[in-house]
């Protein structure tokens, strides 16, 4: 599976974004999605997670009312809705697959990332 997210840009706080995560590959349907962030001078952390089915969605407390995911097995396309942006919410967004059920598995294969900049 390879993944190509997108959607990334600069946008005012309160500004909302669509970040998309299109996977090749028809196994892309087994896979769990999850989408992770990584601002400058931090480490990687979780944002958002969603089974293969759609059927169990998680959230970081961070993002939690603010953020959706949600996907499209028939477009091999997962995506994260960002609405209500803060300037903390700046980094580089990775999505990544896995055949896990909880969001903090392993994942197998990462996307390259876009960067999101929120500004004040």
């Known amino acids: 599976v390879q993944l190509q997210a997108s959607g990334g840009g600069l946008v005012q706080a309160g500004g909302s974004l669509r970040l998309s995560c299109a996977a090749s590959?028809?196994?892309?349907?087994?896979?769990?999605m999850g989408w992770f962030r990584q601002a400058p001078g931090k480490e990687r952390e979780f944002v958002a997670f969603?089974?293969?089915?759609?059927?169990?969605?998680y959230y970081a407390n961070s993002v939690k009312g603010r953020f959706t995911v949600s996907r499209d097995n028939a477009k091999n396309t997962v995506y994260l809705q960002m609405n209500s942006l803060k300037p903390e919410d700046t980094a580089v967004y990775y999505c990544?697959?896995?055949?896990?059920?909880?969001?903090?598995?392993?994942?197998?294969?990462w996307g390259q990332g876009t960067l999101v900049t929120v500004s004040s």
């Open positions: 990544a697959a896995g055949m896990t059920d909880t969001p903090f598995g392993r994942y197998d294969y």
């Open positions: 590959g028809r196994a892309f349907s087994t896979y769990a």
């Open positions: 969603v089974t293969w089915s759609g059927y169990r969605i």
